[in-house]
């Protein structure tokens, strides 16, 4: 199983920006999925969360402004930032929780590779 972020980029302060987590491998299901972001000198932060009966759960600093979804590619998830910020600048990574089969079937937590967003003017 693999989760591959992509979508990041370089956006004025303002503006919006889409990601996009695509999972990949001999997925049954997944359950919670989420967003996090990691600044420089900083901890990876969650940004957006979404359970498997669809509901969301962000931080104070982003809400009203992201927005995590499932997409109708069900291994597919979304962020969508808007209103961006000098302050939203980060690596973003996608996380999941999936069961697999693997001989049996697994459940376990995967991670994206990171897509770097810079808000700038």
């Known amino acids: 199983v693999q989760l591959q972020a992509s979508g990041g980029g370089l956006v004025q302060p303002g503006g919006s920006l889409r990601l996009s987590c695509a999972a990949s491998g001999n997925i049954f299901r997944i359950h919670g999925t989420g967003w996090y972001r990691q600044a420089p000198g900083s901890q990876r932060e969650l940004v957006a969360a979404r359970t498997s009966g669809g509901g969301t759960h962000y931080p104070d600093s982003v809400k009203g402004r992201f927005t995590i979804s499932r997409g109708n590619t069900k291994n597919a998830v979304y962020l969508q930032m808007n209103s961006l910020k000098p302050e939203d600048t980060a690596v973003y990574y996608c996380?999941?929780?999936?069961?697999?089969?693997?001989?049996?079937?697994?459940?376990?937590?995967?991670w994206g590779q990171g897509t770097l967003v810079t808000v700038s003017s």
């Open positions: 996380n999941a929780d999936i069961t697999y089969k693997s001989g049996s079937y697994k459940r376990m937590d995967f």
